[in-house]
């Protein structure tokens, strides 16, 4: 089946540690996402990628980068992680933009 | 601008009986409207979408949402609730192709409690 594919899905890093999310996917889809999700809160999206151009949110920490070496994979690297960084990071892909979007399965990001 | 409201933040029913959930938006723009549900510690499931097609739109698990204009609401409602059904529900607004960035614009979810 076409999926979303998020790895790890639980990472421990220690504070200021850079550490790197990854996603891929097998839809053949134009545009990923990367969104965090706090607990209790609704997801908030960080930045996307159509195709190679990357459409970051204003509100989006310097500390959050993101990279798209092909159509399948999209990385979300995390400089130096503070413990407001803690959360559900969630990919999701979509055919165009904006359009229906596909969700991973999350990674839960955990900082000591 | 386009944003969404869930009315409740949390909602209870017993196992077999009716399920409301319910959203109400705003659009300046024909809208996309979804629902998402998500269980604990897992990603967004698509359960339906509207986009401009048939007002009542039926979903996976026997979930089915109206969309009403003249209310701009989006309830979400399902005949029997089931125990697998205990889980986040978010209702998610986006603007029409070319018609504004194309941003989910998710509503701040409901906790759907079933009882046995």
């Known amino acids: 089946d076409a999926m979303v594919i998020q790895n790890p899905r639980y990472q421990v890093t220690q504070f200021g540690k850079p550490v790197t999310l990854s996603c891929s996917q097998t839809?053949?889809?134009?545009?990923m996402y990367w969104y965090q999700q706090k607990s209790s809160q609704a997801p908030k999206l960080l930045f996307h990628y159509y195709d190679k151009d990357f459409n970051n949110e204003a509100d989006t920490p310097d500390n959050f980068q993101s990279r798209r070496p092909n159509t399948s994979f999209c990385f979300l690297d995390i400089r130096s992680p503070g413990l407001g960084d803690a959360a559900m990071y969630l990919c999701?892909?979509?055919?165009?933009?904006?359009?229906?979007?596909?969700f991973g399965p999350g990674t839960r990001l955990t900082v000591l | 601008a386009q944003s969404v409201t869930q009315l409740d933040s949390h909602v209870s029913v017993s196992e077999g009986t009716p399920v409301l959930l319910r959203c109400n938006y705003s659009s300046s723009y024909s809208p996309s409207l979804f629902w998402y549900v998500q269980h604990p510690n897992k990603g967004l499931q698509l359960l339906l979408k509207?986009?401009?097609?048939?007002?009542l739109v039926k979903g996976i698990n026997g979930f089915e949402a109206e969309f009403k204009k003249s209310e701009t609401s989006f309830h979400l409602t399902k005949p029997s609730a089931h125990m697998s059904d205990a889980a986040e529900y978010f209702c998610?607004?986006?603007?029409?192709?070319?018609?504004?960035?194309?941003?989910?614009?998710f509503g701040q979810g409901t906790t759907l409690q079933v009882k046995p």
């Open positions: 839809l053949n889809h134009n545009v």
């Open positions: 998610v607004v986006s603007g029409p192709l070319g018609g504004n960035t194309g941003k989910l614009i």
């Open positions: 999701a892909t979509s055919r165009t933009h904006p359009g229906e979007q596909f």
């Open positions: 509207y986009t401009s097609a048939a007002t």
